[in-house]
């Protein structure tokens, strides 16, 4: 038997009940217990479900009335289950799927950008490499105990290679990200006090010249 892989990316992004519908009864697959009661492939869905015969003709010749998916079907899906501009799963589909997380500081991605560079016309950064650099931002977010979320952090692909090349994507990227939208109800977490909420502007101009963060990037005395 050939294996077949279907990928579902951002599966929260719909409301999944409703999109799988009558499909979703099929994700139920039967285990050795399963086999042992009513016979069948392990694997396989466990409780097949009714379809019109235009769906059953297009799927299966004609040749049955229902559907199951086969043991050789493998659904994987990918999800941000923190993130808040999307369709929550309830508990009944949730439990129908095994998980794995993922880390943001995966191995692959991390090693994906080990080469990449802050844009040199940022001086005060001495073209520090990309991962160096968000990872200080992120050791400063993480020492807020209980404050932010894994998925808040910067990842390592939190920008493309073209963005990190180009030092005013770069800047209005991270600053809007950081000021604007992560800390703007306390811009201090990261940011030194004279820039808070009103000076974003000010954010802006010196950003390229010195470091505006509470941070030291470059082991030097600030």
Do not use: C
Not at 23 to 49: A, M, T
Not at 141 to 148: D, H, I, N, V
Not at 153 to 160: D, G, K, M, Y
Not at 165 to 194: A, E, G, I, M, T
């Amino acid at each position: 038997q050939i294996n077949h892989l279907l990928i579902i990316e951002e599966l929260n992004r719909a409301n999944v009940s409703a999109v799988f519908g009558e499909v979703f009864q099929l994700l139920d697959r039967k285990n050795e217990h399963d086999i042992e009661i009513d016979g069948g492939n392990l694997g396989e869905s466990k409780y097949p479900v009714n379809m019109t015969k235009d769906i059953t003709t297009y799927v299966y010749d004609g040749k049955r009335e229902s559907i199951t998916i086969p043991r050789n079907m493998y659904i994987w899906a990918t999800l941000n289950s923190t993130d808040d501009g999307v369709s929550p799963m309830d508990s009944a589909f949730k439990r129908r799927w095994s998980f794995e997380h993922i880390p943001i500081d995966n191995i692959g991605a991390v090693t994906s950008v080990s080469e990449w560079k802050i844009p040199l016309e940022i001086s005060w950064l001495n073209g520090i490499k990309w991962n160096d650099f968000r990872e200080r931002i992120n050791e400063k977010l993480t020492a807020r105990k209980g404050q932010f979320r894994e998925d808040q952090l910067l990842a390592p692909r939190f920008f493309t290679k073209l963005e990190l090349s180009d030092v005013s994507l770069f800047k209005n990227k991270l600053l809007d990200y950081l000021h604007q939208q992560l800390l703007r109800h306390d811009p201090s977490v990261l940011f030194k006090s004279k820039y808070d909420t009103a000076s974003y502007s000010k954010l802006m101009k010196d950003f390229n010249r010195k470091n505006v963060f509470k941070i030291n990037f470059n082991d030097e005395e600030e």
